[in-house]
């Protein structure tokens, strides 16, 4: 998990390491409060969980975008915020809140979302907090309209100012995630450890790499093997380990099918010596989940990994994903000496292209879909330097038939569910369409 | 011919098939409606430009210059999509240019039910409105049948 030479690391790579060591999965939730009151009791709750957990303090969209007079206000007036608002509440009052807690050195991560993040990273800094996540590419195509251009460069400086300010500050690159569903698993790959490269290019001595749970148990394994052999290869001189998402697209609708795609993802992660899990809860289909939900679904998550047993779940699957991610990333970083602008050249030319994603700096050429055997394909590849295998029968994308896409491990994880008519009462309706 | 014409004349940068602007509101941060809405008009014979989320009004509004399109369909589902709609639709109402092309919108307009904003969305200037919970198949039924976007109500 580690190169040569490390350099000492912080408290939340410390924390993961820590666990790794001694062969256990870390947990995290998603977790974001408007009042530090309530944010410590959500810490607290994750902190005496019975699993080995890290914290996570999600800030809110106001905050994310800037625009830290709304929060201001919202939290003047008592309007409810769908995160900790960081910057409004300001370093002291932050740090007061982590203080308060029965294990003030409990490591926690900062999420935000934000492509020009360095107000974020100053004020997390600023309250004594050692870990974000992130990346220029990660966090700007698929939720801003920011340049990528201008979110490179934002990156690139809070990257450094991160690691000046922080000693053994933790990153990491949500490059495995773009946009939680329908992109095929080298892709993520590639992302994710181009932004791992560009972290250590601006500072950064401990970074994670992340890879969402995609629609296939083998082909899963096989990505996240290959991620690990990538970042041994690339990473030399830095602290790595990866953290795996429980799957971030249309999720199952009934409880135990929720819970049962939670508890393969667990499993996905101990079997591939994933030391990272960031969970979903069963209540996420419908609500904001309240702290106890994701207290459950940390210790459901713990439990799976431990009662995990390599020889009873499916190998990884041999297509040459290695391969593919690898070459992917050598195009890109043979476009320039410095990877921020080998990034920007890449996305132009579209040898980067992902999938639906509807940023004007993407491409957009290429399509993907899930074959007969669950798999993530490429439909079309559009400029990128990999094959795209056409289904067989017609090779065109329907809208109905992307529908059905969409919503594939939904109904793989239900469907057995409601089969034995137990499933929870309240189902609602499809995704909205139009 | 699947889509309503009643812009054609005025819209004359391009010829072959009807060119149809997808775009979300200045507010709705979502994409895979978008998504859809591009494969289904695709499907249909039409050519798509898809402008993505979060679209401010007057970008939406210098897309439409720059793409010169048949139609202009707008897809929200975070539940500002009948404020919102009501504001972009009157600022490209005021456009001289834009006067007349025909823009429809849909999805999950409000946290109420849709006869709340239909009409008000016609009103404003909207020449079809289709809410998420009557399905996909009033809008698919609109492109493929309708001459003259303004004689349909589909929210009716």
Same mark, same amino acid.
């Given at each position: 998990?580690?190169?040569?030479?490390?350099?000492?690391?912080?408290?939340?790579?410390?924390?993961?390491?820590?666990?790794?060591?001694?062969?256990?999965?870390?947990?995290?939730?998603?977790?974001?409060?408007?009042?530090?009151?309530?944010?410590?009791?959500?810490?607290?709750?994750?902190?005496?969980?019975?699993?080995?957990?890290?914290?996570?303090?999600?800030?809110?969209?106001?905050?994310?975008?800037?625009?830290?007079?709304?929060?201001?206000?919202?939290?003047?007036?008592?309007?409810?915020?769908?995160?900790?608002?960081?910057?409004?509440?300001?370093?002291?009052?932050?740090?007061?809140?982590?203080?308060?807690?029965?294990?003030?050195?409990?490591?926690?991560?900062?999420?935000?979302?934000?492509?020009?993040?360095?107000?974020?990273?100053?004020?997390?800094?600023?309250?004594?907090?050692?870990?974000?996540?992130?990346?220029?590419?990660?966090?700007?195509?698929?939720?801003?309209?920011?340049?990528?251009?201008?979110?490179?460069?934002?990156?690139?400086?809070?990257?450094?100012?991160?690691?000046?300010?922080?000693?053994?500050?933790?990153?990491?690159?949500?490059?495995?995630?773009?946009?939680?569903?329908?992109?095929?698993?080298?892709?993520?790959?590639?992302?994710?450890?181009?932004?791992?490269?560009?972290?250590?290019?601006?500072?950064?001595?401990?970074?994670?790499?992340?890879?969402?749970?995609?629609?296939?148990?083998?082909?899963?394994?096989?990505?996240?093997?290959?991620?690990?052999?990538?970042?041994?290869?690339?990473?030399?001189?830095?602290?790595?380990?990866?953290?795996?998402?429980?799957?971030?697209?249309?999720?199952?609708?009934?409880? +135990?099918?929720?819970?049962?795609?939670?508890?393969?993802?667990?499993?996905? +992660?101990?079997?591939?010596?994933?030391?990272?899990?960031?969970?979903?809860?069963?209540?996420?289909?419908?609500?904001?989940?309240?702290?106890?939900?994701?207290?459950?679904?940390?210790?459901?998550?713990?439990?799976?990994?431990?009662?995990?047993?390599?020889?009873?779940?499916?190998?990884?699957?041999?297509?040459?994903?290695?391969?593919?991610?690898?070459?992917?990333?050598?195009?890109?970083?043979?476009?320039?000496?410095?990877?921020?602008?080998?990034?920007?050249?890449?996305?132009?030319?579209?040898?980067?292209?992902?999938?639906?994603?509807?940023?004007?700096?993407?491409?957009?050429?290429?399509?993907?879909?899930?074959?007969?055997?669950?798999?993530?394909?490429?439909?079309?590849?559009?400029?990128?330097?990999?094959?795209?295998?056409?289904?067989?029968?017609?090779?065109?994308?329907?809208?109905?038939?992307?529908?059905?896409?969409?919503?594939?491990?939904?109904?793989?994880?239900?469907?057995?569910?409601?089969?034995?008519?137990?499933?929870?009462?309240?189902?609602?309706?499809?995704?909205?369409?139009? | 011919?699947?889509?309503?014409?009643?812009?054609?004349?005025?819209?004359?940068?391009?010829?072959?098939?009807?060119?149809?602007?997808?775009?979300?509101?200045?507010?709705?941060?979502?994409?895979?409606?978008?998504?859809?809405?591009?494969?289904?008009?695709?499907?249909?014979?039409?050519?798509?430009?898809?402008?993505?989320?979060?679209?401010?009004?007057?970008?939406?509004?210098?897309?439409?210059?720059?793409?010169?399109?048949?139609?202009?369909?707008?897809?929200?589902?975070?539940?500002?999509?009948?404020?919102?709609?009501?504001?972009?639709?009157?600022?490209?109402?005021?456009?001289?240019?834009?006067?007349?092309?025909?823009?429809?919108?849909?999805?999950?307009?409000?946290?109420?039910?849709?006869?709340?904003?239909?009409?008000?969305?016609?009103?404003?200037?909207?020449?079809?409105?289709?809410?998420?919970?009557?399905?996909?198949?009033?809008?698919?039924?609109?492109?493929?049948?309708?001459?003259?976007?303004?004689?349909?109500?589909?929210?009716?």
């Amino acid at each position: 998990m580690t190169g040569t030479a490390v350099p000492p690391q912080g408290r939340f790579a410390g924390a993961v390491a820590a666990a790794a060591a001694r062969g256990v999965l870390v947990v995290q939730p998603r977790m974001g409060m408007p009042l530090p009151a309530d944010m410590r009791a959500g810490l607290a709750a994750v902190r005496r969980a019975r699993a080995a957990t890290v914290g996570t303090i999600t800030l809110d969209s106001y905050t994310r975008v800037g625009d830290h007079a709304s929060a201001r206000k919202a939290l003047a007036e008592g309007s409810d915020l769908n995160g900790f608002p960081i910057v409004a509440h300001g370093a002291e009052e932050t740090r007061r809140m982590i203080d308060a807690l029965d294990d003030p050195r409990f490591a926690i991560q900062v999420r935000h979302g934000s492509p020009l993040p360095l107000g974020i990273v100053e004020a997390l800094a600023d309250a004594g907090l050692d870990a974000t996540e992130g990346g220029p590419v990660s966090y700007c195509l698929p939720y801003s309209r920011t340049p990528l251009r201008d979110a490179v460069d934002a990156w690139a400086r809070s990257c450094e100012v991160l690691a000046e300010r922080v000693p053994g500050a933790h990153l990491e690159s949500f490059g495995g995630c773009m946009l939680g569903q329908m992109c095929p698993p080298a892709l993520l790959v590639a992302i994710s450890v181009l932004e791992g490269i560009f972290f250590r290019r601006h500072g950064l001595t401990s970074v994670s790499l992340s890879y969402a749970q995609q629609t296939s148990f083998p082909q899963d394994r096989e990505a996240l093997a290959a991620m690990r052999r990538l970042a041994s290869e690339y990473l030399d001189g830095v602290a790595w380990h990866v953290v795996l998402y429980t799957y971030m697209g249309v999720f199952p609708q009934t409880e +135990a099918g929720a819970m049962e795609l939670l508890r393969s993802s667990a499993v996905l +992660a101990q079997v591939t010596g994933t030391e990272r899990l960031i969970v979903k809860t069963a209540a996420e289909a419908f609500r904001i989940p309240t702290v106890a939900d994701n207290v459950y679904a940390l210790e459901e998550a713990a439990g799976a990994a431990r009662g995990a047993d390599p020889t009873t779940v499916p190998e990884a699957d041999d297509s040459g994903l290695y391969e593919e991610a690898r070459t992917l990333v050598e195009s890109v970083l043979e476009l320039d000496p410095d990877v921020g602008r080998a990034l920007l050249k890449a996305f132009s030319r579209g040898l980067l292209d992902v999938p639906f994603c509807l940023h004007a700096d993407n491409a957009g050429k290429s399509r993907a879909y899930v074959d007969q055997g669950g798999r993530l394909q490429w439909l079309s590849a559009g400029s990128m330097p990999v094959r795209a295998v056409a289904p067989a029968g017609a090779g065109r994308l329907t809208a109905d038939g992307f529908l059905t896409m969409l919503s594939h491990v939904q109904r793989r994880f239900d469907g057995p569910v409601l089969e034995r008519g137990r499933g929870r009462s309240g189902l609602t309706s499809s995704p909205s369409k139009v | 011919m699947a889509l309503p014409s009643t812009a054609k004349g005025s819209h004359p940068a391009h010829a072959g098939k009807p060119r149809v602007l997808v775009s979300s509101t200045s507010s709705d941060s979502h994409t895979w409606n978008l998504v859809f809405l591009q494969l289904l008009l695709e499907e249909m014979g039409n050519d798509v430009v898809n402008i993505g989320s979060c679209v401010p009004d007057d970008l939406l509004i210098a897309e439409c210059r720059r793409h010169r399109p048949d139609m202009v369909v707008i897809s929200s589902v975070n539940g500002h999509g009948a404020l919102d709609g009501e504001r972009l639709i009157t600022a490209l109402r005021a456009e001289p240019d834009l006067s007349r092309l025909p823009v429809v919108i849909g999805g999950k307009l409000g946290t109420r039910g849709s006869s709340v904003f239909g009409q008000r969305l016609m009103d404003a200037g909207f020449d079809a409105v289709f809410e998420d919970s009557a399905g996909i198949e009033p809008f698919r039924s609109y492109l493929e049948l309708a001459p003259h976007a303004v004689e349909l109500e589909a929210t009716a």
